[in-house]
């Protein structure tokens, strides 16, 4: 508790990788439950990051996890990719291609 009213870090042995290359942004794209179609579509109307969003939508809900909270983590989840998407967007893209 004292690490953490210090706001000290505490180290947990886990590792992550933050680094993005676009050749995994591409791969990740291609495997969505969209069809190629829609996904150059939604690469135009709003960017190919989108893409990426929506596929993480899907797989949360599928996992489970109740839309808000589902949809939070698609925007979180290309927050360092594209930060340009708006919820607004996001949410039209939902209700159209999902």
């Given at each position: 508790?004292?690490?953490?009213?210090?706001?000290?870090?505490?180290?947990?042995?886990?590792?992550?990788?933050?680094?993005?290359?676009?050749?995994?942004?591409?791969?990740?794209?291609?495997?969505?439950?969209?069809?190629?179609?829609y996904?150059?579509?939604?690469?135009?109307?709003?960017?190919?990051?989108?893409?990426?969003?929506?596929?993480?939508?899907?797989?949360?809900?599928?996992?489970?996890?109740?839309?808000?909270?589902?949809?939070?983590?698609?925007?979180?989840?290309?927050?360092n990719?594209?930060?340009?998407?708006?919820?607004?967007?996001?949410?039209?893209?939902?209700n159209?291609?999902?």
């Open positions: 508790m004292d690490n953490l009213k210090r706001h000290l870090e505490i180290p947990t042995g886990i590792q992550r990788n933050v680094a993005f290359c676009k050749k995994d942004i591409v791969k990740k794209a291609e495997k969505s439950d969209l069809p190629e179609e996904q150059n579509e939604i690469a135009a109307k709003w960017c190919p990051a989108m893409n990426i969003a929506l596929a993480n939508y899907s797989q949360a809900v599928k996992n489970g996890h109740d839309s808000q909270r589902a949809f939070d983590y698609a925007l979180q989840s290309i927050s990719i594209d930060s340009s998407i708006k919820e607004i967007n996001l949410r039209e893209a939902i159209t291609y999902l």
